[in-house]
């Protein structure tokens, strides 16, 4: 019988470039349309390009309002990943790991501790290799019990302006990648089923960015000069 937690820490890590950023973007908004609370926080280096980031999302039953430096499930995209959040103590003894063998390679860990999923190759018999984020997003739906097509109406909404195939390949990838994430569910692999709460329609996701700048639309402000690379903008 698995463990029901309130509370479980998602972090996806890979080089900048490598579309985290709409892994995160797609998860929250499924996992909030299937009843969780979600907070996401971002990591940036500090350059314009290259280097190493990372996502967490905190998925839960109840309201969220910080990070946490836990980590129970990590999915990472390069061997470097690994190392950069292994440098700040962001990888604790219980922490899982999900990815491609090739991303472990020199690294020591407990084989319970890691579930390769071949996540270019799954893409590759979908059609293409650019959809190794959206087969990994499908395994951690899966691990969390997305709701039913919540993914595939965000997946064809997104992706419409690009044409049938490549709405299709995504949702295709996606369930490939989800169907992956059941039976680990299913087995002793994952030993935690996160608890669900009650939707509220009245509550939207939002980045902080985007709050700021509506709190100071609505308290009057009509202009803002800033430096167009900054986070802010």
Do not use: W
């Amino acid at each position: 019988m698995k463990k029901e937690v309130n509370d479980v820490s998602i972090v996806l890590s890979g080089a900048a470039g490598q579309g985290i950023e709409t892994v995160a973007g797609f998860l929250a908004t499924v996992l909030k349309l299937s009843d969780y609370e979600v907070f996401v926080s971002r990591e940036f280096m500090s350059r314009i390009r290259g280097g190493t980031n990372s996502l967490q999302l905190r998925v839960s039953s109840k309201r969220l309002g910080a990070f946490t430096l836990r980590t129970d499930i990590f999915v990472p995209f390069t061997e470097d990943s690994i190392h950069h959040l292994a440098q700040y103590s962001r990888l604790q003894d219980h922490t899982m790991f999900i990815g491609e063998k090739q991303v472990f390679d020199g690294f020591e860990a407990s084989s319970k501790r890691v579930i390769y999923v071949p996540f270019s190759d799954i893409a590759s018999e979908v059609g293409n290799r650019i959809y190794v984020n959206t087969v990994a997003a499908g395994v951690v739906s899966g691990i969390l019990q997305v709701v039913g097509g919540v993914a595939e109406s965000y997946l064809t909404k997104r992706f419409f302006s690009k044409g049938e195939e490549v709405v299709n390949g995504n949702i295709e990838a996606f369930n490939r990648g989800k169907a992956i994430g059941d039976e680990l569910l299913k087995s002793d692999k994952i030993e935690f089923r996160v608890e669900k709460t009650v939707n509220d329609v009245d509550r939207f996701l939002i980045s902080g960015t985007e709050a700021v700048a509506l709190g100071a639309i609505a308290g009057g402000c009509n202009f803002i000069a800033s430096y167009p690379m900054s986070p802010s903008t």
